[in-house]
T-cell receptor, first 112, second 114 residues
Framework: AQSVTQPDIHITVSEGASLELRCNYS??????LFWYVQSPGQGLQLLLK??????LVQGIKGFEAEFKRSQSSFNLRKPSVHWSDAAEYFC??????????FGQGTELSVKP | DAGVIQSPRHEVTEMGQEVTLRCKPI?????LFWYRQTMMRGLELLIY????????DSGMPEDRFSAKMPNASFSTLKIQPSEPRDSAVYFC????????????FGPGTRLLVL
């Protein structure tokens, strides 16, 4: 069965520091992968997605993610975190039926 | 576009009452999804529609839950009777049909069943 694991429930980084959020997936076929962000009290907003091609994907708000098939990973990165990036981040894989399967989420806190 | 619209944004009700959540998808989108988010289970897909037809309702927890999509611009998720364990945030999302299409989420309805 398809699944997504986000090993880190909560991460705290200092403003201006770099960020990496981990995501591992389990999927038999070529995965379609997504990162969403959820600010408090809000719905989810798509940051970026990977379907095929270049394994380094650029998204909005300065985020990027790298697909590594050998590691079944799709980690999200940002070189310099801003206080407004504090939110919850969800990794998801889409199965062939079009269903999104989400990880449990990683809550990001940003220290001034 | 106004995005996906959900109402109400907050709902507090007593156990045993009927609850109806509403969703208006983005105009032109023909897939609609209902999700539930809880601390314990995270984000779960309850049901999704394509061209107003339910395609997969395997995530619907039990018979107390029902969803309809009478037309392309409106969907409801109903819980009857409601129970305290139904307390959660319910999200509606829409997309163009087919895989690889981005799902756009509404702001959610925060439901509390006392």
């Amino acid at each position: 069965a398809q699944s997504v694991t986000q090993p880190d429930i909560h991460i705290t980084v200092s403003e201006g520091a770099s960020l990496e959020l981990r995501c591992n997936y389990s999927y038999g076929a070529t995965p379609y992968l997504f990162w969403y962000v959820q600010s408090p009290g809000q719905g989810l907003q798509l940051l970026l997605k990977y379907f095929s091609g270049d394994t380094l994907v650029q998204g909005i708000k300065g985020f990027e993610a790298e697909f590594k098939r050998s590691q079944s990973s799709f980690n999200l990165r940002k070189p310099s975190v801003h206080w407004s990036d504090a939110a919850e981040y969800f990794c998801a894989v889409e199965n062939q039926g079009g269903k999104l399967i989400f990880g449990q989420g990683t809550e990001l806190s940003v220290k001034p | 576009d106004a995005g996906v619209i959900q109402s109400p944004r907050h709902e507090v009700t007593e156990m045993g009452q009927e609850v109806t959540l509403r969703c208006k998808p983005i105009s032109g989108h023909n897939s609609l999804f209902w999700y539930r988010q809880t601390m314990m289970r995270g984000l779960e897909l309850l049901i999704y529609f394509n061209n107003n037809v339910p395609i997969d309702d395997s995530g619907m927890p039990e018979d107390r839950f029902s969803a309809k999509m009478p037309n392309a611009s409106f969907s409801t998720l109903k819980i009857q009777p409601s129970e305290p364990r139904d307390s959660a945030v319910y999200f509606c999302a829409s997309s163009l049909s087919g895989i690889q299409e981005t799902q756009y989420f509404g702001p959610g309805t925060r439901l509390l069943v006392l």
